[in-house]
């Protein structure tokens, strides 16, 4: 007797999410990542795959407020969540969000490749702590793997977005007096 595994036989289900602001459905297969299911079901290629078992950062997505390894999260865990990724970053489609600006400036890209996840940490990260010290943005990024950078233009680019952001928004608390 043979028993399929197909995926084709497998039901797939529906999952209802809000995905940079937009209501979303994704269908998938049980067992499917958020990860693949963002770049394949969704189109949101922004979203890296770099080892694909949590060790590189470079899925960095925003879930509910929190980031996450979007290769860790299975697809039909996010229902009714809110989920952020690279492709929401941009304000507008004529303006860049002063992360994107300063890693330009700072020359804080290099191949790109970890650039969406590690924009989506700092962006968590200034988020949560607007003002946050050298140390604090180098521990936010410490599971984001750069094999280009050197790190030192990324952490530079961090605080001078957080320095744009409180000079925009001078309402924004930061975490440290
Ligand atoms: S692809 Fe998810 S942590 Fe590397
Ligand atoms: S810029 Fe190439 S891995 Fe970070």
Known sequence: MSRSTNASTTTRQ???????????????????????????????????KGCDVGDCGACTVILDGRPVNACLVLAVEVEGCRIETIEGLQ???????????????????????????????????????????????????????CRCTGYTKIVEAVERAAEDLQAAQPGRQGARA
């Open 14 to 48: 529906t999952v209802h999410a809000t995905i940079n602001g937009e209501a979303t459905e994704l269908e998938v297969e049980p067992w499917r990542s958020l990860l693949d299911a963002l770049r394949v079901e969704g189109g949101l290629t922004g979203t890296k």
């Open 91 to 145: 304000p507008g489609p004529d303006q860049v969000h002063p992360l994107q600006e300063q890693f330009m400036c700072c020359g804080a890209a290099q191949c790109g490749f970890c650039t969406p996840g590690v924009l989506m940490m700092a962006k968590s990260l200034l988020d949560q702590t607007p003002r946050p010290s050298e140390a604090e943005i180098r521990f936010a990024l410490a599971g984001n793997i």
